[in-house]
């Protein structure tokens, strides 16, 4: 593999406009941006990463955005996904926007996933994470990354 030069935000803007565009068919319409605000959250979930780097990886979305992801990625109609259906699709969202943002920032390295798991929605970002809001189609998202000592 080659190295990326990506600074760690322009490799999860680039992820998450890749993933929400290519996978889950919604336009990314704003973003990133610190601090713009965020409707209710619905669902979240972290994936924590190691090797040449460690740390953890973590979304949010809201109601409308979650909705629509888990439609759009299910092929249903957003009043046929349940919420454990809607739980599932932002694990893997997590899952993809950590590992496409992690190989487009650091090409050359080697990074071992851990499975993507629900978080509570009043967990704040590590006190070190860097965060990042995006505006969407029908809702909004954060994404925050953090690094760990090794």
Do not use: Y
């Not at 950590?98 to 009043?122: E, K, M, Y």
């Amino acid at each position: 593999m080659h190295k990326v030069d990506l600074s760690i935000t322009d490799a999860i803007e680039a992820a998450v406009t890749e993933a929400f565009e290519d996978m889950f068919f919604t336009i990314v319409l704003g973003g990133p941006s610190a601090g713009a605000p965020l409707e209710a959250d619905a669902a979240g979930a972290q994936v924590e990463f190691t090797g040449e780097e460690n740390g953890r990886l973590a979304i949010k979305l809201s109601q409308n955005a979650a909705v629509e992801a888990a439609a759009n990625f299910l092929g249903e109609q957003p009043g046929d996904v349940s919420s454990d259906q809607i739980d599932a699709v932002v694990r893997e969202l997590a899952n993809i926007v950590c590992g496409s943002a992690l190989s487009r920032w650091r090409g050359d390295a080697l990074f071992h996933l851990t499975p993507p798991v629900r978080i509570a929605l009043d967990l704040p970002p590590a006190r070190n994470a860097q965060e990042l809001r995006f505006e969407l189609e029908q809702g909004s998202l954060a994404v925050w990354i953090a690094f760990t000592a090794a």
